[in-house]
């Protein structure tokens, strides 16, 4: 291919289900190629099996590849809308005499494949059509079949997977219509990779043995084969197929569990790829980075210890106003009511400290809740115990003495530290009855951050509300 000749990649989720994460790590490969490349990236709906696809499955996939930031060129493609392009290239198939009508029934082709058992040989159905005068057709119904050669070897350039080669003689006369006259998936993806003008077919090697049969079909057309790339299936942690069980959920099910469409996309560019010893990266430094010879050649390992430890550092890493837009869009993916000015401002300040911690959006929004709750609220098992050797007395005189402090952190610190000191405790003693007061947990930001960020009245009333809840003696 002339290396001007731009990049165009593809996405051919088949939309039977949800966008599955390894669906998902395809057409991220995909998109972080085109990008890198500065092509093209489609998207086609491979719906061309009417009982297994559904307007539902469709819709799931674009929204899971909408909420993991990978836009499509141009509208997506419906396989079953181009039926009839299909039927056309196998017309033109059948017209160059690479292709032959076959009327061999069911039973003919079993019993074929029986004697050819029995016979010790590979059970690959050999047509009598093949070879028959077309003068003999009967009236009877056909499918259309590939004149595939039997001589020789099909060989692809595999990117991923280098030189890989087929003995014709061990691939069959693959079927391009039905005959009901609809197109098989094999000739369709030819077709449509084509029209599509397809540079890199980047998929699941899965695919490896269709790659085979696809490049019998571009030959026989005499078109361009692209260039395959087929990357490693995902494993989990123990080295199994990837199932339920270790994660292989729909996209959806991250989004829900609050990781960051970045950090989705970190974690699953590097189950496959690797730049150097990068772990962490942002969508940025892999476009800039990515290309097809660091993908690698054995099964990549689910692991949601290492995505754990990616979304943590990217929500780190994030900035404060975009954690915000993540928090809000997150309540708005669960149906929860829109933020006011005042929440909004105050989780800003309180960002810094939130975000210390956090790993997942839904931990993020948990160290924001001394913000996001109204008082009275509830104070969890953890934080009763606290409460438990606490005097009702401590906390009242405590309140006294903060009503004279200046009201920033290390004022408000200081403060509390002498009042410690004068009651002959440590300050934790102190600092985490405050904490279960002004939030009813026991892990929350800084305590002085935020009675700061909470004002003066409102952790005073927090801590007289958790004061009133105690009884007089220890
Ligand atoms: N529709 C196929 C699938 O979902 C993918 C086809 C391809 O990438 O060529 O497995």
């Not at 009901?180 to 030819?190: E, I, K, R």
Request: glycine fraction near 6%; charge should be negative.
């Amino acid at each position: 291919m002339p290396p001007s000749t731009p990049v165009i990649t593809r996405f051919a989720p088949s939309p039977t289900g949800f966008l599955h994460i390894g669906g998902a790590r395809t057409a991220l490969f995909n998109w972080l190629y085109a990008r890198a490349k500065g092509g093209k990236f489609l998207l086609r709906i491979e719906d061309t099996d009417r009982s297994r696809s559904s307007p539902e499955a469709t819709d799931a996939i674009f929204e899971g590849l909408r909420w993991l930031g990978l836009d499509w060129d141009g509208e997506a493609v419906s396989q079953f809308s181009r039926a009839d392009r299909h039927a056309e290239v196998a017309n033109e198939l059948l017209a160059s005499g690479n292709a032959y009508r076959c009327y061999s029934t069911q039973e003919e082709i079993a019993a074929f494949r029986e004697a050819e058992k029995a016979a010790t040989r590979p059970p690959l159905f050999r047509s009598p059509w093949r070879d028959a005068d077309p003068a003999d057709a009967p009236d009877l119904p056909f499918v259309v079949r590939l004149r595939a050669p039997r001589e020789g070897e099909t060989t692809i350039t595999d990117v991923v997977q280098g030189e890989v080669t087929w003995k014709n003689d061990t691939l069959d006369d693959l079927i391009l219509l039905r005959s009901d006259g609809t197109p098989t998936y094999m000739l369709a993806v030819v077709v449509d990779d084509h029209d599509m003008g397809v540079t890199h077919v980047i998929r699941g090697d899965d695919h490896l043995t269709n790659s085979a049969r696809q490049t019998l079909i571009y030959k026989a057309m005499g078109w361009p084969v692209p260039v395959f790339a087929h990357i490693p299936l995902i494993h989990g942690p123990d080295g199994a197929k990837l199932s339920k069980r270790h994660g292989a959920l729909g996209v959806e099910a991250y989004r829900e569990m609050g990781y960051m469409a970045e950090a989705m996309r970190n974690y699953l560019a590097r189950l496959g790829w690797s730049h150097g010893d990068d772990e962490f990266f942002t969508t940025a430094q892999a476009v800039e980075w990515f290309d097809l010879d660091k993908v690698g050649k054995s099964p990549a390992r689910f692991d949601f210890k290492k995505l754990e430890n990616l979304s943590g550092q990217h929500i780190r890493m994030a900035s404060n106003e975009q954690l915000l837009k993540e928090i809000e869009e997150y309540f708005a993916a669960h149906n929860k009511p829109p933020l006011d000015e005042t929440r909004r401002e105050l989780l800003l300040q309180a960002m810094d400290g939130m975000k210390e911690r956090a790993k997942t959006l839904p931990q993020l929004i948990d160290m924001g809740r001394f913000i996001l709750e109204e008082r009275p609220f509830e104070t969890d098992a953890p934080a009763q115990k606290v409460l438990r050797n606490v005097s009702q007395g401590m906390l009242k005189d405590l309140t006294t003495r903060l009503q004279h402090a200046t009201w920033t952190p290390s004022d408000i610190e200081a403060s509390v530290r002498e009042f410690a000191e004068e009651n002959q405790t440590g300050l934790g003693k102190i600092a985490q009855p405050l904490r279960v007061a002004l939030t009813g947990r026991t892990v929350s930001p800084s305590v002085f951050d935020m009675m700061s960020i909470l004002g003066r009245e409102e952790s005073l009333a927090r801590i007289n509300d958790c004061a009133n809840s105690l009884g007089t003696e220890v």
